[in-house]
């Protein structure tokens, strides 16, 4: 399975492989490495002994691959650099107990690929760039081939390139004990800095924690569920800057998503381009998308500007029958100022959509009218750890909530910070203790003991 690539601010995109194999969005080459050690050369692509790991909500991937006394150590992360393209910076690290040759191999199928003092151009558009050159480079593929599978050793290096127009190149650098070696490689069209004018992956990782920040801050008891509320939620907003690649149906979920998790700039750049896309299809998850990002922000901009998407949608929608979110369309149409359309809507008797009952935020909220209920899907393999969620954006406002234990019983700490005209919502907890209600926007009480 890849990993994405992503970078906000940036065109482009990549992914890589589950052992260390990078490639831009583009298809256009890859980037393999290779370890010569004192034995023999190893392919990470095809050892067994290769683990992944990821850092910073999977924004620096980390590929080990087993060598004599120790690991090689690959890791990949994206940046924007500073007026060009989506960056890859391509890390790999000793450390085992003795020096190894360590070995980047491009792949660009069909491409004149050329190797310069710089870096590596293919179609003569630079993809490659280092600090510091190789100690030697092989081009083509019978130099590359008779190098790196066996026939020379690890230990004779690698011959001089002859040559372009060939395919394929292998950059090989000496690398002792606790050495490191990097380069940047462009993830779309433009010429790729140097490594060191880039961020490291220290500085990647806070820069996506501060963005994934933005949002609403949600603790569980699962450290594996929290690990990919993390990676996912990265995944979502990396997802914002290849809107290109995806058709309507995926946008509409992406922009769900992103409203859910409190990311509502993030989810309008989407519903910008849902709307200026012009299609007849998927009506019900149009309506779907630009209602949620309504009923979660109440902005009324937002809702004005969809006007023309949203009438486009409910007609589409009452022609095939598909089911739609009634109540939440007619609430954006009122907001917008058309109450006509409005009760043009109502007339229509459209099938309307029952409220989403699975995800991650089916389990922490769901609305029902005018009741707000917390932790609906509460896991018992929950019971006796801590849950906690800060400003959960709701159809009612903005809500946290915490869920403590003395003992067998649940306590409950709420606040609902209720937007205007949205006050005397009654909360309750049905999975924590049937029993319990209030229409207070803020408090603690000791439910039953939870069964």
Known sequence: MSRPLDVLGAPGWGEVDARGLVQPGTGEWTLDWWVGASDRWRRASQEAAVRQID????????????????????????????????????????????????????????????????????AGQAVLAWDRPPAAAAVGHEDVEAVLSGGASAKEGVSKPEGKGRDVAALVWPLPHTARLAVSAALSRGTPPPPSDLPDADAVARGWQAHLDRGARIEVPDEGLARRIRRNRRRWLGRTGRMETADVVQLCELSVRLDHHGYHSDAELVLDEIAARWTTEAPAERLEAFAVHH?????????????????????????????????????????????????????????????????????????????????????????????????????????????????????????????????????????????????????????????
């Not at 060598?67 to 007026?83: E, F, Y």
């Open 295 to 451: 009923d979660l922000t109440g902005d009324e901009q937002v809702a004005v500007r969809s006007l023309e998407a949203v009438a486009e949608a409910v007609e589409a929608a009452a022609r095939t029958g598909a089911a739609v979110p009634v109540a939440p369309v007619e609430r954006l149409l009122v907001a917008a100022g058309q109450d006509r359309a409005a009760e043009d809507l109502r007339r229509l008797g459209l099938n309307p959509a029952a409220p989403p009952a699975d995800g991650l935020r089916a389990e922490l909220v769901a609305d029902h009218g005018d009741t707000l209920d917390l932790a609906p899907g509460f896991r018992a393999a929950w019971r006796g750890g801590p849950l906690a969620v800060y400003g959960l954006p709701t159809r009612f406002g903005s809500l946290s909530y915490a869920v403590r234990w003395h003992g067998p019983r649940p306590a409950l700490l709420w606040e609902l910070d209720c937007g205007p005209g949205l006050e005397g919502v009654i909360l309750r907890a049905p999975a924590l203790d049937e029993s319990w209600s209030s229409d207070l926007p803020a408090g603690e009480a000791l439910l039953a003991a939870y069964r």
């Open 55 to 122: 850092a910073g909500a999977g924004a620096v991937v980390e590929t080990r691959m087993k060598v004599p006394d120790g690991d090689a150590v690959q890791r990949v992360w994206a940046v924007a650099a500073s007026g060009g393209p989506a960056v890859a910076v391509v890390e790999v690290g000793n450390d085992a107990a003795t020096a190894f040759a360590a070995a980047l191999v491009v792949d660009a199928p069909g491409a004149p690929l050329s190797v310069g003092r710089t870096g590596v151009a293919v």
